[in-house]
């Protein structure tokens, strides 16, 4: 079993930045794909972006490309989510996700694709 505890949240006005730390526990030689999702109230959880194992390989949403930035430290088993012009429209519960599939181009980014997850941080980015 994996234990994955996300933080780094908080509030920010638009156009400032965040940066989220997931760090996991337990059966971590299991994890292979890292990712993160989000969920705003009353809306389904989404995906943000998705790591590779050596995190050579990333993909990122349409809404955050060039605005996020996903990477991991795999001796720290840290995967980290640098969030830069931040806009009230991404204030969400984010949460942190792990896989031990290995991630390649077009592989499944649903949530339910992913057997570990986080219990998520709050950001908020006021107008």
């Known amino acids: 079993q994996v234990q994955l505890v996300e933080s780094g949240g908080g509030l920010v006005q638009a156009g400032g930045s965040l940066r989220l730390s997931c760090a996991a526990s337990g059966r971590t030689f299991s994890v292979s794909t890292m990712a993160w999702f989000r969920q705003a109230p009353g809306k389904e959880r989404e995906f943000v972006s998705v790591a590779s194992w050596s995190g050579g390989i990333t993909d990122y949403a349409d809404s955050v490309k060039g605005r996020f930035t996903i990477s991991r430290d795999n001796a720290k088993n840290t995967v980290y989510l640098q969030m830069n012009s931040l806009k009230p429209e991404d204030t969400a519960v984010y949460y942190c996700?792990?896989?031990?599939?290995?991630?390649?181009?077009?592989?499944?980014?649903?949530?339910?694709?992913?057997?570990?997850w986080g219990q998520g941080t709050q950001v908020t980015v006021s107008s």
């Open positions: 996700a792990a896989a031990s599939w290995p991630y390649y181009p077009g592989s499944s980014t649903a949530p339910q694709s992913f057997g570990s």
